[in-house]
Every structure is written in structure tokens, then in C-alpha cells.
């Protein structure tokens, strides 16, 4: 209830003025109803969604024949059933957290360069072609990747195998245009917007005083930056990353068009590997049977869970710092 | 070594910061590029009268021809109703916050739980329709239950956009008309609904820009048709990203050809909202500072 509210209906009432009309206290009782009833229903909803895939979940993990946190296979409708979340849960982490890797200093780049070093009037212009980015929908971005990207990449991969395969990440039996890391690039692109995005604001908030100052004291532009809006920005960068990363976990078609959806825990990046939870779940719900669907929303659960993890970590980091996404 | 000058390498530390911020603002903008130039060219092809008005009943992944008019279709209609069941929701919310909860602990909790809800994986919210509404009260595959899919997903940004706008309204308007006698609801009705509307129809468009592209739930809530199907209530329906993921899917170089297409006009619908939307907050929104 905000305060000047109170202040006019006990001032009201005080001077002893006529009270309000009636209708309009049974319509404000209604409406804070209404509104705090929608509320309460987002509540609901979000537990109901937890409560509903346990409970589809429970019969399809009773039926399993292994352990479901350790097997690396995906056979629930076989006899007996077997499944187990470990290939797609490593690699649903795993391309994430490449793409991660890739985003994040591109988009701090990206963020830096429209705060601080865009002309004023152009930067709410870059600002939007970032956004837009975040606007074409998913499954067209798995069509590019699997049209264009996954042949495109193949001979950037075999050099990067021919050159760096002494690393184990980059070693592969054959190298393949549809990999870990083809994955994690699309994947990357994806969830570059919303770091970035969420990146400028932090910037945008750094104290004006200290940076002028900065520069008054014969700062380069980089030392400015370096010393004032970086320290500042650091925890909205690393919850702005962690966003990013809750975006490309939970991330489906554009991930099912471009991994091989092979069921091995490696982490060779060039090689035919690669599945996530979602992908998996994209893939093979068509052809599942009521054992194999209970499976699915099983592993959807651990996909929920985790996402749910890394979201909140990441909304606590930035309202400590009072910055709206 | 004058006061003036900066040593050579401080120079060359600070120029070469400068490429790089550049090169990453160039390397973002590469993708994108290049997704709306394949799209553009590839999308040509087929780009033609047949398309939007055959769908693909009795057509084969090689035969030429065939559309998506049944997935444009189905698209409109879940994207329709689940505007209309996340709009009243999400605004309701966002009234609460902004004028009932401030600051309270249920205020809180909701608002939380929206910047979560705002996280939930598109999948997560197709098995919570798969588990909740097929699996358990037992309703079949139909677009409505695409819609209900899409609408999680929208609430929280509509919630999102409609609270930030009301925010924006001066607090004088509200006190000027509380002080006239008008009832609270009414004056969010009449004052502080209509002063936020251009601002919370940007919100909404853009929320209908996103949902317009999600795949992922309705592929396993709607089931897939190649026919058309004008009501969302019965039997399976499908929307243009499955027809996209259908087609794509195929090895035929027609099939590729329709996802193209298919693609150009999910860009071109959801680009279109986008503008509109932005154009509205230009427009009309009232002046924000920065």
C-alpha cells in the first residue's frame, strides 16, 4: 500500500468528511484480489511444474533397470528398461559451458564498445542490431547451423585438429562438421545478446565521477575503463554470464538440428559427440512410448533443476547489486 | 617527455583496446548477417502463392509444391490464445507489484519467482503441458495445448514489461486523482493503466515476437499434421517452427527449400512485431531518463 494512500483516507476520515462510496471499497477489494490472485497463480504454476514432472517422472524411474544418475545409455522402452541421465546431462553442461566461454568476452567487448565507446547517438542503434540477434527464433538458427554452419565449420575444425591435436579437447578419431563444438558456437551466438544486454547496463551504471576523474588524472581510455568500470562491473558481468548460461542449458531445436545426439561422456570437441537434455528430449519424444515419455520428463526434471540452480545464483548476484535485467 | 604525451606503449595498450572492442562488436553483428542473408536467399525460392496458401497434405518430402498455410495458420491461432491467457495474468501481476505489494514479502517472492520464471527452459514448459494436461486430466494433442505451453512462457515477460512502465508513471497522477476521491482500482483503471498502455503494448508485442518462434513445447504438446486444421480445441494442429524443424529435417532438396521459406516468413512475422513494437516505444512512450 503506498503511503499517500493512507495519508488521504486517514486525513478523510479524520475531518470527519463523507466516507467513500461503498461500490468503490468492494471494487477495490476485488481488484487487489484479482491482482494479487494473478500473482499467487504464477506461484502455483511455477510449483505445479515441479510437482507434475516428479510425478509423471516416479513410474519410468521405478521401471528403470540402472542407475539413472550414473548410466550413460538412453533405452527406456526396452526390455528391461535402461536409462540414465550422465551422457546428456555432461554433455548438456559441457557445450554450455564452451558456448559460455566463447560469448562472454565477445559480449563484454560488445557491451564496453556501445557503453563507452559508441557515439551517444548511435549507441541505442548498435544497442537494438545486438538485440535482434536475440529476436530471430531458435529453430532458424538450427536451420542456419545445419545448412551452413555444420558443412562450413568442417574444414575450420580439421585445421584446428591438424594444428592443436596434441590437446586432448581438440584430438578426434574423425573430425566431424556436426560436434561439441559446432554446437557450443550456435549456442554461443544465441546467448550473446542477453549478456551482452544485461552487461551494458551494469556499465552504463558505473560512477561517472570516478571515471571523469580517472580521466582527469591522464587515464587513457583503457586505464579509465580498467580501473573503474570493470572493478564496478565485475559481479554484474559474472550474473549476466550466469543468465547467459541458464539461457544455452535449457536451449532445444537450434542444439537437436546441430549435435550428432551420440550417448558418450567425452570430451573431445571436434569429434561426433555431443547430446543435451533438451535435444534428446526434441529428438526422441515422436518415437517414445508411455515408459520412454515418463523418461523424458525425468530428464526434463534434472534439466529444470539445473536451470532453476544456475537462475537463481544468478538473480541473487545481481540484486545485491540493484541492477534490473 | 612533455606533460601532455602518453608513453608510447600506454598509447598502443589503449588503441589496441579500442580494436578489440570494435572487433567483437563486428563479430557479433557477423551471425546475424549472415542468418538473415541465407535466410533472404534461400527463402526466395519458394516464396510464391503456393506457399501460403496449400498445406502439405499429400505432398511427399521430394514433391514440389505444398505449404505452410496450416502451419501459418496454426501459428496465429496459438499465439492468439495465449495472448489472451497470459495477458490478463501477467498484468494483473504486474498491478500487484507496482501498486499493491510494494515491498512486502509476498511481493518479493513473486517477483523472484518471475525473474526465474523468465529462465524456464521452452521444453520445461511443453513437459509441464505433457504431464499436467494430457498425461493427467487427459486432454489430447491440440494447439490449445501449444497455447497453454506458450502462454508460461510469456507471463513473466509481460509481467517484466507492464511493471517497468508502470513504474514510469509520475506518482503526482495517481495522488492527483486519489485526492479527488476516485477509488484506488479506478484510478489504476483510468490513470495509471492508460498512461502506461503505449509502453505495455511494446512489451506485449515483443513477449508475442518471442513465443511466435518457439519450437520446442509444441512439438511435444500439439503432436504434428501435414493437413490443415482450423480448430485449436481438437485433434493435432501445428505451427510454423515445427513445420521449419519438419522440413529441415528431410533430406530432399524441396523439403529444404519449404524450411527456407518457412524461415523467411517466421523472421519477417517476428521482425515485424519487433519494429512495430519498438516503433510504439519511440513513439509514444513517455520520455525516459537517460
Sequence with gaps: MSSSTEIIEQGGSGAGARPAPSPGRLGDRLFRLASSGAGILLLVIMAAIAAFLIAEAI??????????????????????????????????????LIALIIATPVAVGVALFISHYAPRSLAAILGYIVDLLAAVPSVV?????????????????????????????????????????????VLAIMILPIIAAVSREVFLQAPVNLQEAALGLGATRWEMIRMTVLPFGKSGVISAAMLGLGRALGETIAVAMVLPAAFTVSAQLLNTNGNSIAANIANTFAEASENGRGALIASGLVLFVITLVVNMAARLVIARKKVRA | MSVNSISPARRIKDKAFLVLVCLAFVIAVIPLISVL???????????????????????????????????????????????????????????????YGQGGRLAKTISFFVDVMTGLPSIVAGLFILSAWILVLGFGFSGFAGSLALSILMMPIVVRGTEEMIRLVPGDLREASLALGVPKWRTILKIVLPTALPGIITGVILAIARIAGETAPLLLVCFFTDSINTNPFTGPQVALPQF????????????????????LTLIIIVMLLNL???????????????
Design chain 1, 141 to 185: 538458427y538450427g536451420l542456419w547451423g545445419l545448412i551452413f554452419l555444420v558443412p562450413g565449420v568442417q574444414p575450420v575444425w580439421q585445421w584446428l585438429h591438424d594444428t592443436l591435436g596434441f590437446i586432448p579437447l581438440f584430438s578426434a578419431d574423425q573430425v566431424a562438421g556436426k560436434s561439441v563444438l559446432t554446437g557450443s558456437l
Design chain 2, 244 to 263: 521449419i524443424f519438419q522440413q529441415a529435417g528431410k533430406p530432399d532438396p524441396t523439403a529444404i527449400d519449404r524450411a527456407w521459406t518457412g524461415a
Design chain 1, 59 to 96: 513410474p519410468a524411474l521405478r521401471a528403470n533397470h540402472a542407475s539413472f544418475l550414473t548410466t550413460t545409455t538412453w533405452n527406456p522402452d526396452g526390455t528391461p528398461s535402461v536409462f540414465g541421465i550422465a551422457a546428456l546431462a555432461f554433455g548438456t553442461v559441457l557445450t554450455s
Design chain 2, 37 to 99: 542473408w541465407m535466410v533472404i536467399k534461400n527463402g526466395a525460392a519458394r516464396f510464391d502463392m503456393d506457399f501460403f496458401s496449400h498445406s502439405m497434405r499429400n505432398i511427399d518430402a521430394k514433391d514440389a509444391g505444398g505449404g505452410a498455410y496450416h502451419a501459418i495458420l496454426g501459428t496465429l491461432e496459438m499465439v492468439l490464445i495465449a495472448t489472451i491467457i497470459a495477458l490478463p495474468i501477467g498484468i494483473l501481476t504486474a498491478i500487484y507489484l507496482t501498486e
Design chain 2, 276 to 290: 512495430i513494437g519498438r516503433g510504439i516505444a519511440r513513439w509514444k512512450a513517455p520520455a525516459r531518463a537517460r
